[in-house]
């Protein structure tokens, strides 16, 4: 008999005993530590993660995970024949977590759009030839650099330990907005009579920096504070490329959950370096690399010219969309150094790039 026939022999026969009142009901007091616990919403957002973690027994998140390799939820009896799946293999907190994590899900979870229905698409109207085909660029590009923001977190999330399953919550909640940024600026490069131009090959070295990231903080630096945040600062100076009130609705709902991303990623950064210091020459060395790729793939052709004229308003005044552009690009490395200061590194001196856009 195959293992899965005893398997299905064994529940038969346990169902059998139920039914002929051959009980064991050993589960009711396998957890006596964690029972009787009550969990109230403190005020108008509902019964919340940071709510049900108020108790000591189920919200204290370990610094090392559980052991045992399974599913099983923080805080429940799990028995000893309960077997190992192998995977999650990320069980040291210090190398996912952030203190604002619980918040920034709830956050997440109430801040859902839909790109189908939250975007004004009747509003959307036909433009100059050189305008249209210059936003069907940088949706191009925005359509490519968001795939690897949902890639990098679906890579990492399934080693994580269950015991984090507030990181892993975030995290899913990403690879969902993620998703939607992706779709909402492909339909609009699709949606007004132009159509997905040139892919990017600068674009594709930063998304390999990011994906092939030799662990989860080195990534999340990569992406979560250099990249999403230099896409986070352009989504907040919207209105500069933006045509009609389509692409103002978008960059305005990106940039919210772009907001959520760079949060997390800044806030994990500062939890982990607070706890190994002796690794910042690791981060500082990934950075270098990160911002050579960044400045390449936000300066190359395809992508300053695209974005110089949305900003100038035409290609006749492409010379005065580049002076926006570097005002811009100021903002993004300003608030970039700003952001790594509050995660503990100081890099105003080790930029690998130019602090301002040679015009």
């Given at each position: 008999?195959?293992?899965?026939?005893?398997s299905?022999?064994?529940a038969?026969e346990?169902?059998a005993?139920i039914?002929?009142?051959?009980l064991?009901?050993?589960?009711?007091n396998?957890?006596?530590?964690?029972w009787?616990?009550?969990?109230?919403p403190?005020?108008e957002r509902?019964l919340?993660l940071e709510d049900?973690n108020?108790?000591?027994y189920y919200?204290?998140?370990?610094?090392?995970?559980?052991?045992?390799?399974?599913?099983?939820?923080r805080g429940?009896?799990?028995?000893?024949?309960?077997?190992?799946?192998?995977?999650?293999?990320?069980n040291?907190?210090?190398l996912v977590?952030?203190?604002n994590v619980?918040?920034l899900?709830?956050?997440a979870a109430?801040?859902?759009?839909?790109?189908s229905?939250?975007?004004?698409w009747?509003?959307?109207?036909?433009q100059?030839?050189?305008?249209?085909?210059?936003?069907c660029?940088?949706c191009?590009?925005l359509?490519?650099v968001e795939f690897v923001?949902?890639?990098?977190p679906?890579?990492?999330?399934?080693?994580?330990n269950?015991?984090?399953h507030?990181?892993k919550?975030?995290?899913?909640?990403?690879?969902?907005?993620?998703a939607?940024?992706l779709?909402?600026?492909r339909?609009?490069?699709l949606?007004?009579?132009?159509?997905l131009l040139?892919a990017s090959p600068?674009?594709?070295?930063l998304l390999?920096l990011?994906i092939?990231?030799?662990?989860y903080?080195?990534?999340s630096?990569l992406?979560h504070i250099?990249?999403?945040?230099f896409v986070?600062?352009?989504?907040?100076?919207g209105?500069?490329f933006?045509?009609t009130?389509?692409?103002?609705?978008?960059?305005?709902?990106?940039?919210?959950?772009e907001a959520?991303?760079?949060?997390y990623g800044?806030?994990h950064?500062?939890?982990f370096?607070?706890?190994?210091?002796?690794?910042?020459?690791?981060i500082h060395?990934?950075?270098?690399q990160?911002?050579a790729?960044t400045?390449?793939?936000?300066q190359s052709?395809e992508?300053?010219?695209?974005?110089?004229i949305?900003?100038?308003?035409?290609?006749?005044?492409?010379?005065?969309?580049?002076?926006k552009?570097n005002?811009?690009?100021?903002?993004?490395i300003h608030e970039y150094l700003?952001?790594?200061?509050?995660?503990?590194?100081?890099?105003?001196?080790k930029l690998?790039?130019?602090?301002?856009?040679?015009?």
């Open positions: 008999m195959s293992q899965l026939s005893e299905v022999e064994q038969v346990g169902i005993e039914r002929r009142g051959k064991d009901l050993t589960w009711m396998c957890n006596s530590s964690g009787g616990v009550r969990s109230k403190r005020d509902g919340t049900i108020a108790d000591p919200g204290r998140v370990p610094d090392h995970g559980a052991a045992h390799g399974s599913m099983a939820p429940c009896d799990v028995p000893p024949e309960t077997p190992s799946l192998g995977c999650y293999d990320i040291d907190k210090s977590w952030a203190d619980e918040e899900y709830e956050e109430v801040h859902q759009w839909s790109s229905r939250d975007i004004p009747d509003q959307l109207t036909p100059p030839e050189d305008l249209e085909k210059a936003m660029q940088v191009t590009n359509s490519e923001a949902g890639d990098m679906a890579k990492w999330l399934w080693h994580i269950h015991d984090f507030e990181v919550c975030f995290l899913a909640t990403q690879i969902m907005d993620e939607r940024h779709e909402v600026f339909k609009r490069a949606a007004n009579g132009g159509g040139r600068a674009s594709e070295n390999r990011i092939e990231a030799p662990n903080t080195v990534g630096a992406m250099l990249g999403e945040g986070l600062t352009m989504f907040r100076n209105e500069m933006s045509l009130p389509v692409e103002k609705k978008i960059f305005r709902l990106c940039m919210q959950d959520r991303h760079v949060a800044t806030m950064l500062k939890y370096l607070e706890r190994h210091p002796e690794r910042e020459s690791e060395e990934i950075l270098s990160g911002e790729a400045f390449a793939l936000n052709r992508n300053a010219e695209a974005r110089a949305l900003a100038g308003g035409s290609v006749e005044r492409i010379n005065a969309g580049l002076v552009l005002h811009l690009f100021v903002k993004q700003h952001r790594l200061k509050i995660a503990g590194i100081d890099r105003s001196h690998a790039i130019p602090a301002k856009l040679p015009i």
